[in-house]
């Protein structure tokens, strides 16, 4: 230590930056270009065909692929998107979840082709299918089945590839989703604690070696505004592992009892409005989880400035980037020792998050632990309740976002004076190009070899042997990754995960400042029900693979609480099914939520369908991130509204919505 | 739809042409009186729909979460395979406060989108009428005309147990292992006996049979203490143990419903008849209460009117209306 208390200035945690578009080859481009500026880790965001397990052919990628990331079909998109980045000194973390097993043995294969020892690769696999159930949407197969491709994951790297990071554990998702601090510890560590039952439970892993097994989970955690409450939350986040992984697994080394985290700031409360704002908002999040020494990530991404608006343009990532490696090598931060040791209100805080966040962790396992809390949908309600509670309080003027219900007077922002070209765009030609080189992907390679991998990965799934071997063989042989999907879809079927909206209490709508508005569109619903001699029915739909279904559970609740009766599917359903429903609901209207960006292909097709089901009457809307020359032509084919972010207020969109009912009526 | 236009459309609904279908649902769910008349027609063109009287109503009860819908989803896949059509009435609650529903059991089905042979509506149980939903009764007259089998899917809780017996030809109460209130209900005689019972969520077989076992019990016990339902004594109540999400004891459960339907074959319409009439006091008595029954003239006299009514085409919505407004004018003259 040099004298006046200051010390060498510790290493930086990893700088990363999520990204990938379009193809392999123009997301290598990217990386290089992240790394050639500093950025210390590569961080791979995937396209939902590719983590939901469809090729570009299939029908249920349309209008999907290379959209929110890059598509990864094969062993030869792989090489291609780390082309000329030698894996032996990268560390890489693939946000993949139901498809990891697949994508990190296409890696793995990807690196042998390098002729580089998989044994010394490094980076991290999300591989948590739990909170897709919960948040994120992605999930394929049925809770247990899941459960077994992560733990064969996990069992597969502790030995042949020790320095891989093969879980992050991520609370990221519930917060993104609604939850508390609370729920963010108790759901994260009910997880954790589900996962490392189940490897236990695989009897793969020696009595004595289980330590290096938990020494390996790591956690992918989320930091809020409220930064003093998400700093101890970090904090309660380090205690509660360490008490876990000694109670429960009797772990004795404290450097495997570690609680090792990466980070992603909060993203919902980006704004769409005065988006220059969000800068400010990453930063003070930032410091949550830099701040103390004691529970610092390990490693941090940043979301940017135009969150809320789209894709973030390389230089909007850049600018995030610019923001850590400012508090890292500018200040004086990495110089000191925990800032908040003896901090009597840092404490008594964090010790007021440890008990609530585990009484939560002991409902949870009381109800059967995180996969029957999954499946009954008791962890999804709580969320959606949350979030519920917080869109509310944003609405009542109770929770002050400024911009957005407080200090929205602006000047004109030079930074969207032209909004639609402040995101990045995806070439639609895209899509077609991936479907060309796929056709010549399964033109050229050994169909033999691919049908043998095929049939061993299938024997396999069926007995109880590790996933990983067939999968790596399959990788070889040029498997593709709707092939190696759509097998174990037939061998262990599909899930579709609880909604969590019938159940949900919510205090919306009886009491607070909106409460007579409230009262108000439930008069006009009920005199339109005496007037149509049937309650307005509404559905609402979540067409193509995007999995964001924060806006469609709440417009949900919503249009229940103001007296719709309201049909909700959950997340991905084609455009047929979406028909196919309205047409035997016989609702009165239809809402289409679309956040993925796939809004011109997917909602044009429902409407095409709808006419073709005589249903061409029924008034659609449609709300997600939507740029507004997108809304545009959306109204011109016959779209009635269109919604974004900044429609806050969900009594006015309700009113709308009423209106709408209520000239259709009016006019038949 | 225009009084002229029913017969048209009772014909597309009977040959299960899913717009005419949905039409037709939407009627009968119209609660103002200028459309009585239309609803009252419509249903006296489906009457003798072919089949109707060939087809099966099954009504699936049992508590919140024990996989009433997936298993819907299943055996309606099943039936399909059977090359049987399939209609669907799933039932979910209306909140107290707003009147507004989540319509949350379809989420739950997974179905062919194209596959003209399987529909499903789902209804609100719209507050005032307890378990099962306002338009119900009607619905599945609806659906029977178009479909082979016409699966209902009550709420489960309040009411609807109760309900459902009108309205099905074969209850099937599903329940999930370690459920002890249902055996202490069955074993005590408040709960009806069912047709069938269903022990669903038995994905593991050790504990499937120990519910199964237990059930035997409780049912044992039950006819002991000759608790009700037991419509006829012939029909022993088969218990079907199944996994929904993995589709296990479908056949059987099939097999089972199969089995009830002809065992009720010669009795079929009169059953239905009985249900209907029964249907329409509860309505009434749930409203007025006894004091309704009694300045209308009391329960034998009602009886047989409804008896009368219900075969002129009233159903048991418009016939309690009907009641509702001559014991309102009533008590108007009394008061
Ligand atoms: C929360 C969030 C998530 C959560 C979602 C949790 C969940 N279960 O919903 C998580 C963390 C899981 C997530 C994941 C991903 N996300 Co995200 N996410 C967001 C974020 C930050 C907020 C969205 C949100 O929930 N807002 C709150 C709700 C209430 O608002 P809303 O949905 O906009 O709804 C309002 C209106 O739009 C409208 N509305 C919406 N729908 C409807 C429907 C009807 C009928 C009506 C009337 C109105 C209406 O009314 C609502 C009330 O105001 C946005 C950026 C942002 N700030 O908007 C990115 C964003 C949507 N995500 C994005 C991406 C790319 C992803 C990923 C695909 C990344 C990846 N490559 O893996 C993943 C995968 C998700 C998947 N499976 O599809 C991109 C989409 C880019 C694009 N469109 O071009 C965005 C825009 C971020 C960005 N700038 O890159 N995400
Ligand atoms: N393990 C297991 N879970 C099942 C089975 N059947 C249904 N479930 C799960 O139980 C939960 C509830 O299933 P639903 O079909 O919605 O139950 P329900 O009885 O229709 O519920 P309500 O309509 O809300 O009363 C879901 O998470 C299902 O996946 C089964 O056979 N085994
Ligand atoms: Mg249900």
Redesign the pocket.
């Known amino acids: 230590m040099a004298q006046d208390g200051k010390r060498e200035r510790d290493r930086p945690w990893i700088m990363r930056t999520y990204s990938g578009h379009s193809t392999a080859a123009a997301s290598n481009e990217l990386y290089r270009t992240n790394l050639a500026k500093g950025q210390t880790g590569l961080s791979v965001?995937?396209?939902?065909p590719t983590?939901t397990g469809y090729d570009a052919d299939d029908p249920l990628a349309r209008g999907e692929v290379g959209?929110?990331?890059v598509p990864i079909s094969h062993i030869g998109d792989m090489r291609a998107l780390f082309d000329g980045i030698p894996l032996d000194q990268m560390n890489t973390s693939m946000?993949i979840n139901a498809t990891a097993v697949w994508l990190l043995s296409l890696y793995i294969a990807t690196a042998e082709d390098q002729g580089v020892d998989p044994r010394v690769l490094r980076g991290t696999t999300q591989n948590d299918i739990i909170k897709e159930y919960l948040?994120?949407?992605?999930h394929i197969f049925p809770p247990a089945a899941s459960m077994r491709l992560i733990t064969d994951l996990i069992t597969y790297t502790v030995d042949e590839v020790p320095k891989w990071n093969p879980i992050n554990i991520c609370s990221?998702?519930l917060q993104?989703?609604g939850a508390t601090p609370t729920q963010e510890l108790a759901y994260a560590l009910v997880t954790a604690i589900g996962v490392l039952d189940a490897v236990k439970a695989t009897g793969r892993i020696p009595e004595a070696e289980f330590g290096k097994v938990v020494g390996r989970i790591s956690f992918f955690v989320n930091a809020g505004i409220r930064f003093v409450e998400e700093l101890c939350k970090m904090r309660a986040f380090v205690e509660l592992w360490d008490r876990v992984t000694q109670e429960r697994y009797g772990v004795t080394d404290p450097k495997q009892r570690r609680f090792r985290y990466g980070v992603q700031v909060n993203?919902?409360g980006?704004t769409?409005q005065q988006p220059e704002n969000n800068v400010i908002r990453i930063v003070l999040e930032m410091l949550a989880v830099t701040l103390s020494k004691d529970a610092r990530a390990r490693a941090i991404q940043l979301?940017a400035w135009?969150?809320?608006?789209?894709?973030?343009r390389p230089w909007d990532q850049q600018w995030s980037l610019r923001t850590q490696q400012i508090l890292a090598y500018e200040t004086d931060l990495l110089e000191y020792d925990d800032l908040f040791t003896g901090s009597e209100v840092v404490k008594a805080h964090t010790q007021d998050l440890v008990e609530s966040a585990w009484a939560e962790v002991q409902e949870v396992l009381k109800r059967g632990g995180a996969v029957e809390a999954v499946e009954s949908g008791y962890i999804k309600q709580r969320l959606v309740e949350s979030n519920a509670a917080r869109?509310r309080a944003i609405e009542a003027g109770e929770q002050i976002v400024v911009g957005v219900n407080k200090f929205v007077e602006s000047e004109p922002s030079p930074l969207t004076e032209n909004l639609d070209e402040a995101i990045l765009t995806v070439d639609p030609k895209v899509d077609a190009d991936q479907r060309a080189a796929l056709a010549r992907w399964k033109e050229t390679r050994d169909n033999d070899a691919v049908d043998k991998a095929l049939a061993e990965l299938q024997r396999v799934a069926k007995s109880d042997e590790n996933m990983m071997v067939p999968s790596i063989a399959a990788a070889h042989a040029g498997v593709t990754t709707g092939e190696w999907a759509n097998l174990l879809r037939e061998v262990w079927g599909e899930y579709r995960a609880p909604t969590g909206v019938s159940g949900a209490s919510v205090k919306t709508a009886a009491t607070g400042a909106n409460a007579e508005t409230v009262a108000r569109l439930r008069d006009r619903i009920h005199a339109l029900e005496a007037s149509m001699g049937r309650r307005p029915k509404m559905l609402?739909g979540k067409p193509g693979?995007?999995?964001?279904?924060?806006?469609?559970e709440?417009?949900a609740i919503k249009a229940r609480d103001v007296g719709f009766d309201v049909v909700y599917e959950g997340i991905r359903v084609s455009p047929e099914q979406i028909v196919a429903s309205a047409l035997e609901e016989g609702v009165h209207l239809i809402?289409?939520?679309i956040?993925?960006?796939s809004h011109l292909a997917l909602v044009p097709e429902v409407m095409k369908r709808l006419r073709a089901a005589g249903l061409g009457d029924v008034p659609v809307?449609?709300?997600?991130?939507i740029p507004e020359a997108d809304a545009e032509r959306l109204r011109q084919e016959g779209v009635a509204a269109v919604?974004?972010?900044k429609?806050?207020e969900?009594d006015n969109?309700m009113s709308d919505?009423i209106d709408l009912v209520d000239r259709q009526h009016a006019a038949e | 739809m225009p009084l002229s236009d029913i017969a048209e459309d009772a014909q597309q609904v009977m040959s299960a042409n899913k717009a005419a279908v949905s039409r037709a649902l939407n009627l009968v769910e119209d609660r103002r009186a200028e459309s009585h008349a239309r609803v009252a027609e419509l249903l006296a063109a489906l009457k003798d729909a072919p089949k109707a009287a060939g087809g099966h109503r099954v009504g699936l009860t049992g508590p919140p979460g024990v996989g009433k819908s997936t298993l819907t989803s299943v055996l309606a896949r099943g039936l399909r395979l059977r090359d049987r059509t399939v209609g669907v009435v799933a039932v979910d609650p209306s909140s107290m406060r707003s009147g507004g529903s989540l319509l949350g059991d379809r989420a739950r089905m997974s179905f062919d989108p194209t596959d003209n042979g399987l529909f499903v509506r789902s209804l609100a149980t719209a507050g005032e009428v307890g378990g099962l939903a306002y338009a119900a009764n009607s619905s599945v007259r609806v659906l029977g005309a178009a479909y082979d089998t016409v699966i209902i899917e009550t709420t489960g809780v309040g009411q609807s147990e109760i309900d459902i017996v009108h309205v099905a030809d074969t209850v099937v109460l599903v329940i999930q292992p370690g459920s002890g209130d249902v055996l202490q209900f069955l074993k005590a005689g408040i709960m009806e006996i069912p047709d069938i019972l269903v022990v669903n969520k038995a994905d593991q077989d050790e504990l499937a049979r120990r519910a199964v076992a237990d059930l035997r019990g409780a049912l044992r016990t039950a006819h002991a203490v000759g608790a009700g339902g037991a419509q006829d004594g012939a029909w022993e109540t088969p218990i079907v143990a199944t996994s929904a999400t993995k589709g296990s004891g479908i056949d059987e459960l099939i097999a089972q419903l199969d089995a009830h339907r002809k065992h009720v074959e010669t009795a079929l319409l009169a059953r239905r008849r009985r249900g209907e009439v029964q249907w329409t006091l509860d309505l009434f008595i749930r409203k007025h209460g006894e004091h309704g029954v009694s300045t209308l003239g009391g329960r034998r006299l009602l009886k047989a009117r409804a008896e009368r009514e219900l075969d002129g085409g009233e159903t048991p919505l418009s016939l309690c209306e009907q009641l509702s407004r001559e014991y309102v004018a009533a008590l108007g003259q009394t008061a």
């Open positions: 965001a995937f396209d939902l983590q959209k929110v990331g946000t948040s994120r949407g992605t990221y998702h993104e989703a993203s919902l980006l769409e979301p135009n969150e809320a608006l789209g894709l973030p869109l609402v693979l995007d999995g964001h279904s924060n806006g469609a709440q417009i809402g289409l939520s956040l993925s960006g809307v449609a709300g997600g991130i919604y974004t972010p429609d806050f969900l969109i919505l």
